[in-house]
T-cell receptor, first 119, second 114 residues
Framework: AQKVTQAQTEISVVEKEDVTLDCVYE???????LFWYKQPPSGELVFLIR??????QNEISGRYSWNFQKSTSSFNFTITASQVVDSAVYFC????????????????FGQGTILTVHP | NAGVTQTPKFRVLKTGQSMTLLCAQD?????MYWYRQDPGMGLRLIHY???????AKGEVPDGYNVSRLKKQNFLLGLESAAPSQTSVYFC?????????????FGPGTRLTVL
């Protein structure tokens, strides 16, 4: 069975600090997808990134960057120069794609990391 | 486009009462999902549907039923609500897992069972 672990329950930083959110996953499949979602205080879920298991290139989008390492089964998320608006719960999620195509895109979520950025 | 909408946004039930949560999407997506979110546990899949007229169980299906009579709607029913079903419920849809597109989430329904 697949599993996603976000060991950091809560992180508190001061504005402009860099912060890394950890995500470790378990899966027996060779083909899978990893996601990060943001849940701001308003409650909606905002898609941030999708990465497939064959693409280990790191990705940068503005102040956000993601480090995918298959060797350690990790997909970590870094926010550079954090801002108060980054305060939210961040979820890492995994979706398997087995040969029969029967995973149907079901997401397995980690427990979430609550990030608080203080002014 | 409204995207994914959920009705109602809030609801309080007494133990044993029944209710139906409605999810609607206007993106012509084939796949739809119901998740529940509980503190410290992330989101867990309740049921999902891979097309009109189909439903399947997810990780935590007990106490819930679903129906997908129309492609754009996915209903989640609680026949006899229990306090353990107090949670925030999210509906999501996706074009097709084969294209591995993102799942689009609704705004959530906060349900309290007393």
């Amino acid at each position: 069975a697949q599993k996603v672990t976000q060991a950091q329950t809560e992180i508190s930083v001061v504005e402009k600090e860099d912060v890394t959110l950890d995500c470790v996953y378990e899966t027996r499949d060779t083909t899978y997808y990893l996601f990060w979602y943001k849940q701001p205080p308003s409650g909606e879920l905002v898609f941030l990134i999708r990465r497939n298991s064959f693409d280990e290139q790191n990705e940068i989008s503005g102040r956000y960057s993601w480090n995918f390492q298959k060797s350690t089964s990790s997909f970590n998320f870094t926010i550079t120069a954090s801002q108060v608006v980054d305060s939210a719960v961040y979820f890492c999620a995994l979706s398997e794609a087995n040969a029969g195509g029967t995973s149907y895109g079901k997401l397995t979520f980690g427990q979430g990391t609550i990030l608080t950025v203080h002014p | 486009n409204a995207g994914v909408t959920q009705t109602p946004k809030f609801r309080v039930l007494k133990t044993g009462q029944s209710m139906t949560l409605l999810c609607a999407q206007d993106m012509n997506h084939e796949y739809m999902y119901w998740y529940r979110q509980d503190p410290g546990m992330g989101l867990r899949l309740i049921h999902y549907s891979v097309g009109e007229g189909t439903t399947a169980k997810g990780e935590v299906p007990d106490g819930y039923n679903v129906s997908r009579l129309k492609k754009q709607n996915f209903l989640l029913g609680l026949e006899s609500a229990a306090p353990s079903q107090t949670s925030v419920y999210f509906c999501a849809s996706s074009e097709s897992p084969l294209t591995w597109g993102e799942q689009f989430f609704g705004p959530g329904t906060r349900l309290t069972v007393l």
